[in-house]
């Protein structure tokens, strides 16, 4: 971790700003508002990045949540920052929806925070002379696109370059994009059973490129052959960097 790093992740640790907070007209750090639960929610503690990270979003505070987002990415790398800081809070914020009906407006400006956040990682990394290519897209009227910039933001901390097309892709349009880019490694994300037909992919797959699939909203027992299913972040990377690996 660089001095600058720590001394961000110290601030950070302070705590929300209170005079944001009040300005919206919720409590600051430390007393309940805005969302009640939420941070009480997310599991982990009391005071953990998780929970600050949860409180800032309940607080509609997009400048602290970028924030906080920003240092753990720069403490640790994008797989553990989304495991252990995204992916606990963006569950709850699901979770509190589901519960509830509220969160709606948390929900929306996490997602955007942790959209920019990742982009800003992914977006810096071009190919490598003779590198080839990865294509990472969401199914067709998928909107859920975190996880496809998780993955590339990733990616690009091992080097590997990505073309990233998300939202929701129509399945002709993938086709089109991996004739045309020619890509060894693609990868396509279903959030939601409404996205999850694996049966359109069948014209995408097979050829000289390795097809890769992940998210929850997959039909698994409808994958067609020559598809692979990955089931974490982590097993996402590898199986794009040996796919990468292995044309190179
Ligand atoms: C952020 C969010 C949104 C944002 C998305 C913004 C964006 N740019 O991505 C917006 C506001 C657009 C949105 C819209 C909707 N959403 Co939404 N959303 C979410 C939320 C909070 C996080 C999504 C996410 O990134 N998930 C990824 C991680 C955080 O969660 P996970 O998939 O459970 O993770 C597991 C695995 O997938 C795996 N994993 C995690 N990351 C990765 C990465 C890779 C590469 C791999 C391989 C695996 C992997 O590990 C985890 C543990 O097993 C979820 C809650 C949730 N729990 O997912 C709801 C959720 C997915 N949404 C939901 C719903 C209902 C909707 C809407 C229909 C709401 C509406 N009424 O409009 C729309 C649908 C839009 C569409 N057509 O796609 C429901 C889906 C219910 C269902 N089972 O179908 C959820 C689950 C909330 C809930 N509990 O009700 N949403």
């Known amino acids: 971790m660089t001095d600058e790093a720590s001394r961000r992740r110290a601030e950070v640790a302070a705590g929300p700003r209170p005079d944001t907070a009040r300005a919206i007209g919720l409590p600051p750090a430390g007393v309940r508002g805005g969302l009640p639960d939420l941070a009480d929610a997310v599991p982990g503690g009391n005071e953990g990045e998780p929970q600050r990270l949860a409180r ?3 607080a509609l505070d997009d400048g602290q949540a970028l924030e906080i987002i920003r240092v ?3 403490c ?3 797989v553990a920052t989304w495991e252990e800081l995204l992916v606990p809070v963006l569950s709850e914020i699901g979770d509190t929806y589901q519960r509830t009906g509220t969160a709606i407006e948390a929900e ?3 997602s955007s925070c942790v959209a920019t956040a990742l982009t800003d990682i992914w977006s810096s990394v071009f190919p490598a002379q003779g590198q080839s290519p990865v294509l990472l897209a969401c199914a067709e009227d998928e909107q859920h696109t975190l996880p496809v910039h998780a993955l590339a933001a990733s990616l690009a901390e091992d080097g590997i370059a990505s073309h990233v097309l998300a ?3 129509p399945c002709r349009a993938l086709r089109a994009a991996i004739e045309r880019i020619e890509p060894r490694a693609v990868f396509v994300w279903s959030q939601t059973a409404a996205t999850g037909d694996p049966a359109p992919l069948a014209g995408c797959a097979p050829g000289p ?3 890769i699939i992940g998210g929850p909203g997959w039909q698994q027992d409808r994958i067609p052959a020559g598809i692979r ?3 974490k972040l982590p097993a996402a990377v590898t199986t794009v960097r040996a796919a990468v690996t292995a044309a190179a």
């Open 108 to 110: 929306h400006l996490l």
């Open 56 to 58: 800032a979003a309940a």
């Open 209 to 211: 490129w390795q097809l």
């Open 229 to 231: 299913l990955v089931d």
């Open 76 to 78: 640790d790398a994008t």
């Open 167 to 169: 939202p929701g892709l």
């Open 72 to 74: 753990a990415l720069a």
